[in-house]
């Protein structure tokens, strides 16, 4: 059974930066493609970024372009996203998520079959 453990959220500046982990296992990772997929209050998921298997096609949301990198270490099985110049509307709690098909990524929980159980990230003056 897939489980995804994320780390490295926590309040930040507009224009800070946060590194997010997620330490997954429970399955074969390095022949899994990856999303990291955000919530926040009110609102539904919303898609940030995905990754192939051997992290060579990162894929991003058009706002996020620009200013979060997404990798994986497929040695630690861990999935990581650095995210830089945060605004206010960053604020979310984020997860990686597992998608049922390969480069299919929405904005729907229907469009993934495993995730973790986030970590906030809040962006504040």
């Known amino acids: 059974q897939a489980h995804f453990v994320e780390s490295g959220g926590g309040l930040v500046q507009p224009g800070g930066s946060l590194r997010l982990s997620c330490a997954a296992s429970?399955?074969?990772?390095?022949?899994?493609?990856l999303s990291w997929v955000r919530q926040a209050p009110g609102k539904g998921p919303e898609w940030v970024s995905g990754?192939?298997?051997?992290?060579?096609?990162?894929r991003y949301a058009d706002f996020v372009k620009g200013r979060f990198t997404i990798s994986r270490d497929n040695a630690r099985n861990t999935l990581y996203l650095q995210m830089n110049n945060l605004r206010p509307e960053d604020t979310a709690l984020y997860y990686c998520?597992?998608?049922?098909?390969?480069?299919?990524?929405?904005?729907?929980?229907?469009?993934?079959?495993?995730w973790g159980q986030g970590t906030q990230v809040t962006v504040s003056s």
């Open positions: 429970g399955f074969s990772f390095s022949l899994t493609h």
């Open positions: 990754i192939n298997v051997s992290g060579a096609t990162p």
């Open positions: 998520a597992r998608p049922r098909k390969p480069f299919v990524d929405g904005d729907s929980w229907d469009h993934y079959n495993a």
